[in-house]
């Protein structure tokens, strides 16, 4: 059956490593993910925003990611991605996911924590786990753009209270992570605040910590899309050693949509310029699930650091 985070993230807290989080829409990234987790004896999350239950439909993901277990027998848990409110908390958690995010990092301090904590409740009495989030990160989630100038670091003072009074079984910090595929400018210089995850880490001892707006842009991925007619204007993500420290420490969860979102499209402009003359669409959706594989192979043995632990 699908796993909740709870005992992936005690492992990983105590290894010095972190799960991937990745986002899944269709069959192709489903299968990309969970080929690659099964080749690096890997366990691993897949998650769904609000977007992708709009775009694929629950029940076909929730499916899809039941099909990758029986085929893969890993430890695989289903995470709502970025729950706006109770209500898609708790249709997630009736539907057969595992842990689902109640983002409540937009509200004031104490309504964050009331709508949390009631989310909480609800996911307990019925097997599941709540990630949190206190900070807000700049960029853009689910039609809501956060600029740079409102995005906020976490304050290390509040995560106590914030987890005591809601109970959540991990948390979402804001350090310098940003949402999406344009995080810096070429010539910027993407800095994570290690200070607060080290300040957070002490008040929350063995706490897992989560990190958003993960992806790191690759040049590769970048460039190939680049050359094979795409428009992409340059950009920057966060560089991966940072992630690797960060995995290293109170971070057991890495989320990661935009790097899958390029590799896939990577491959499959590639196929099509090279092949203008094919329409079967498992000819050129199948370079996209591989680049996807490729990618999540490179993420989980090179800077999650979760290879072998399944
Ligand atoms: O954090 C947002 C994720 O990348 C999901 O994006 O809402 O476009 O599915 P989406
Ligand atoms: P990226 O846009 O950096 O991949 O972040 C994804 C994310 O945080 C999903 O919740
Ligand atoms: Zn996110
Ligand atoms: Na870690």
Known sequence: ALVTTKEMFQKAYAGGYAIGAFNVNNMEIVQGITEAAKEENSPVILQVSAGARKYAKHNYLVKLVEAALLDTDLPIALHLDHGADFEICKACIDGGFTSVMIDGSHHSFEDNIALTKKVVEYAHAHG?????????????????????????????????????????????????????????????????????????????????????????????????????????????????????????????????????????????????????????????????RDFVKALVKHKIANVLGSSGAA
Do not use: W
């Open 128 to 288: 599941c786990v709540v990630e949190g989030e206190l900070g807000q990160l700049a960029g853009i989630e689910d039609d809501v753009n956060v600029s740079a100038e409102d995005a906020s670091y976490t304050r290390p003072e509040e995560v106590e209270e914030f987890v005591s009074r809601t109970g959540v079984d991990s948390l979402a910090i804001a350090i310098g992570t940003s949402h999406g595929a344009f995080k810096f400018k070429p010539g910027q210089n993407p800095q994570l605040r290690f200070d607060i995850l080290e300040e957070v880490a002490k008040r929350l001892p063995n706490f897992p910590i989560v990190l958003h707006g993960a992806s790191s842009v690759s040049q590769e991925y970048v460039k190939i899309i680049q050359q094979n007619g795409g428009k992409l204007d340059d950009a920057i993500g966060i560089p991966e050693d940072m992630l690797r420290q960060a995995a290293g420490m109170a971070v057991c969860k890495i989320n990661i949509d935009s790097d899958l979102r390029l590799a896939f499209t990577a491959g499959v402009r590639q196929h099509i310029t090279a092949n203008p003359d094919h329409f079967d669409p498992r000819q050129f959706l199948a370079p996209g």
